[in-house]
């Protein structure tokens, strides 16, 4: 059997569409959440839709002693980091707690990859990363910049990421920058 996929935000909206979209590929899944932006009841509906092909974890990726343990538990082949606070305007509200909760979490859950040997890693960023474009459609390669401390912390991230895949070659880093994902699963 394949070593499963590690999912951060998994009961999460993007988190769960990705875990029944792997587990319908015949990949297992672990999926770790807090559960301050999601709820357990996704978690029935992921039952209901893949049977027991997933791990539910209930801890916070800036809690390294529970990252640690789950690493420990698990032989994690690599993971995708949805885990994050979301609302532009609650950012600008809450700054504080959104650098704590996204860019926080996202050295925390890179410090326990890290003593895990566990080194691929797929981060979701934002489109908001392209601030306010100077053209649309915004290609790729448009300069990055943010207009709101939500937008800022996923490019404190990407930055970081950039930073430690030049520093450490071992890491494989791939990052996804949507814009509104919508839509419901066909069932």
């Known amino acids: 059997m394949t ?31 807090n559960l301050c932006n999601s709820s357990a009841r996704v ?3 992921l039952r209901r ?3 027991d092909a997933f791990e539910f974890v209930q801890a916070d990726v800036r809690d390294g002693a529970a990252l640690d343990a789950l690493f420990e538990h698990q ?16 950012s600008v509200a809450q700054p504080l ?12 859950l890179l410090q326990a990859m890290e003593r895990a040997g566990v080194r691929r890693l797929v981060f979701s960023s934002s489109a908001t990363v392209y601030g306010d474009p100077a053209s649309v459609p915004i290609p790729e390669t448009a300069p990055l910049t943010a207009t709101n401390p939500y937008g800022r912390t996923k490019l404190v991230c990407e930055d970081l990421l950039r930073e430690l895949t030049h520093a450490d070659a071992r890491w494989q880093v791939a990052i996804l920058r949507y814009f509104n994902p919508v839509g419901a699963h066909a069932s």
């Open 3 to 33: 070593q499963p996929i590690l999912i951060t935000g998994g009961a999460g909206y993007i988190g769960s569409h990705t875990a029944v979209t792997l587990m319908e590929a015949g990949h297992r899944v672990v999926l770790v959440d």
């Open 43 to 45: 978690l029935d509906r």
């Open 49 to 51: 839709l893949c049977g």
């Open 75 to 90: 032989t994690i082949a690599s993971v995708i980091h949805f885990a994050g606070l979301k609302a532009v305007g609650e």
């Open 97 to 108: 707690r959104y650098f704590d909760h996204n860019v926080g979490g996202t050295i925390s």
